[in-house]
Nanobody, 125 residues
Framework: QVQLVESGGGLVQAGGSLRLSCTAS????????MGWFRQAPGKEREFVAT????????YYADSVKGRFTISKDNVKNTVYLQMNSLIHEDTALYSC??????????????????WGQGTQVTVSS
């Protein structure tokens, strides 16, 4: 069993930056693919970014490409989401997710095995 705990959310003005962190309990973190998803009020959960377990290859939603960066520290059991040039439309509850033996690119939330509780990001316009 893996537990994921997110942190780093908050209130920021448009154009600002935030860095989200997601720390995992348990062993074998390096074997997990990690993803970030977000859900705004009244909307479905949507994919934001993902990083596989065995490479540094990353993949982003078009809406955040060039502004967000996902990275993974296997020593600290932590995945990060650096968010720059934030806009009001980025306001959402951001959750991280982990997939066992994740060697591919996983865009669907149904592909992931574990989820954190989420951290709220609010961007004021």
């Amino acid at each position: 069993q893996v537990q994921l705990v997110e942190s780093g959310g908050g209130l920021v003005q448009a154009g600002g930056s935030l860095r989200l962190s997601c720390t995992a309990s348990g062993r074998r973190f390096s074997f997990y693919a990690m993803g970030w998803f977000r859900q705004a009020p009244g909307k479905e959960r949507e994919f934001v970014a993902t990083i596989p377990c065995i490479s540094s290859r990353t993949y982003y939603a078009d809406s955040v490409k060039g502004r967000f960066t996902i990275s993974k520290d296997n020593v600290k059991n932590t995945v990060y989401l650096q968010m720059n040039s934030l806009i009001h439309e980025d306001t959402a509850l951001y959750s991280c997710a982990a997939k066992r033996t994740g060697v591919g690119v996983y865009l669907s939330p149904n592909a992931y095995d574990y989820w954190g509780q989420g951290t709220q990001v609010t961007v004021s316009s």
